[in-house]
């Protein structure tokens, strides 16, 4: 991959791109946060455009995690089952707000046989994906444990985490809405932001993966000048108190699951 190659035109991220269900979002603020976006603009960002950001994406075994990271970064569907043996991984180079970000995404095994070499990767995610199928609710159980597992090996208070329901256009309209109202709890209770997408037909699966890359940018950047005004005493850089994102608010409390 050449670093220095332009970043993709349908790769660049110049407005905050929406959630999907605001009862189980990061945040619903409508824009960046104000201090990202001047920090951008006067490029103050610091390492951010420099580091590549790990996103880790898990779930039980047949789910389509592989499927869904394909789609997006081949644009491609592979109705054959292929397991995932360990893990694999692909690179997206993005640029938000005018600053390079890559997004390396890990895409892991969910056979149980491969489970403990992929956990060996889960470190130092800046995300968590955790992905299930809507047509069958034992894996949306299971995105507890997969959870779990993954906090292990992350700082809770460090990692956002997405909830994604897979292979929606096998669901009916009557079934989907049902499962949506579990799948919404379960996002709550792990303070994740929730999506449903198809990987067989596209749908939302462009708009998932670029709210990912500018939810990892803006607390990339916002952790960047936090460390930043630690250093410059009387130029700290506020953080509204009356915010509501859960990432900038008091540390992640361990959720409930994994307690
Ligand atoms: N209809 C439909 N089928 C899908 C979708 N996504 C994945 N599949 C199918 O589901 C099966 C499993 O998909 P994978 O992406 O390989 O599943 P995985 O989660 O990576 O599985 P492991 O690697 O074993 O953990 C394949 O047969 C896919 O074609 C989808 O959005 N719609
Ligand atoms: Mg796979």
Same mark, same amino acid.
């Given at each position: ?27 619903? %603020?409508? *824009? ?5 976006? #001047? ?6 960002? +610091?390492?951010?455009? =420099? &580091? ?40 997206? %180079?993005? *640029? ?5 970000? #890559? ?6 095994? +969910?056979?149980?046989? =491969? &489970? ?49 329901? #897979? ?93």
């Amino acid at each position: 991959m050449n670093v220095l190659a332009p970043v993709r035109r349908d790769r660049v991220v110049a407005d905050l791109p929406q959630c999907f269900r605001k009862e189980a979002a990061l945040h619903t %603020r409508p *824009e960046f946060h104000s201090s990202v976006s #001047s920090a951008c603009q006067e490029q103050r960002t +610091g390492t951010v455009g =420099f &580091k590549i950001s790990k996103i880790i994406v898990v779930g039980d075994l047949a789910v389509g995690k592989t499927c869904l990271i394909n789609r997006f970064c081949k644009d491609t569907f592979d109705k054959n089952y292929k397991a995932t043996i360990g893990v694999d991984f692909e690179m997206e %180079r993005f *640029e938000v707000l005018g600053v390079p970000f #890559s997004l390396q995404l890990w895409d892991t095994a +969910g056979q149980e046989r =491969f &489970k403990c070499i992929a956990s060996t990767y889960y470190r130092g995610a800046q995300a968590i994906v955790i992905v299930f199928d809507v047509n069958d609710v034992a894996s949306l159980d299971h995105t507890r444990q997969w959870l779990a597992d993954a906090l292990k090996e992350n700082d809770p208070s460090n990692v956002i985490l997405f909830l994604v329901g #897979s292979k929606k256009d096998l669901s009916t309209p009557a079934q989907y809405s049902r499962m949506e109202k579990d799948a919404l709890k379960v996002a709550q209770e792990m303070q994740a932001e929730f999506w449903a997408v198809s990987s067989l037909t596209g749908e939302n699966v462009r708009d998932f993966f670029f709210r990912v890359a500018a939810l990892t940018f803006e607390s990339s950047v916002l952790a960047e000048l936090e460390r930043g005004s630690a250093r410059r005493i009387g130029d700290a850089v506020r953080i509204g108190s009356t915010e509501s994102d859960l990432y900038l608010s008091a540390p992640r409390k361990k959720p409930k699951c994994c307690q």
